[in-house]
């Protein structure tokens, strides 16, 4: 299966889903955890990451020990709704009905459900695929890629009609990025980690994976944004996150 044109119908509406909050410790800032939920007019569901995993929403303290996460900050709020199938079903969506899951990059915010939907492929970089675990977290990696068909990419690619992807490597080896063009609110750029927030810009990536390519994909991103006056929903950014529609809000 082939990323060019995998999509058929044109985005319709994205949702905002809420996989919960977290604080980092190196400047106390509060960051949303989310994912998304694009429709398109054929019919087709596409969920975008997964959050934390399971685990994280019984017993907190223990998950972040066992991953080292309490090193980075501290989970300050994953309940049951907090998980992928809950936030869809906000959406009206059931699991089943996912077509596609695309993985915008594997560290462990973004993978917590990514063996609960084993129908959809699993769309995704090639670097990331190939390594022998999913990323997770600070050498961590304890997740076993799933048995899936997979959809691998490493350069930008249209998706389908309205649906532009971004191979942007720099926070994470495999980072991807998405443009949509929805009938009503109009371009939207889904940074992922890719621009966390637009300090991050300003900051020149610091502690990323490779911070010279983020930085020149960060600039890449939003030049594409700027051209389009697209409306940009940052991967992690405190001061956006209150005022994001989250499901059952929809952007049309």
Known sequence: MQAKGILKGHPVSL??????????HANGRIIGLCGFLIQTD?????????GLPAKYTGDT???SQEDRLYEFGDVLDCRPEHLPK??????????DQITLHIL????????G???????????????????????YWAGNQPMEWPEADYVLVDSDVALGPGCQLFHVPGHAPGQLALMLDLPETGPVLLTSDAISRPSEIDERFAGSWDAVQGLANARR??????????????????????????APEVYP
């Open 104 to 111: 915008t990059h594997s560290h462990i915010d973004h993978i």
């Open 42 to 50: 054929a019919g087709e569901k596409i969920l975008v990451d997964t």
């Open 113 to 135: 459900g990514l063996h609960d939907f084993p129908h959809a492929p699993i769309l995704m970089s090639a670097v990331e695929r190939a390594l022998p675990r999913p990323l």
């Open 221 to 246: 991103l939003m030049a594409k944004a700027k051209a389009r006056s697209a409306f940009v929903i940052y991967g992690h950014c405190p001061d956006q996150w209150a005022g994001l529609r989250k």
């Open 15 to 24: 949702h905002v889903l809420d996989y919960g909050l977290f604080r980092v």
């Open 86 to 95: 809950a936030q869809l079903a906000r959406a009206g969506v059931s699991p």
């Open 61 to 63: 303290e223990a998950a």
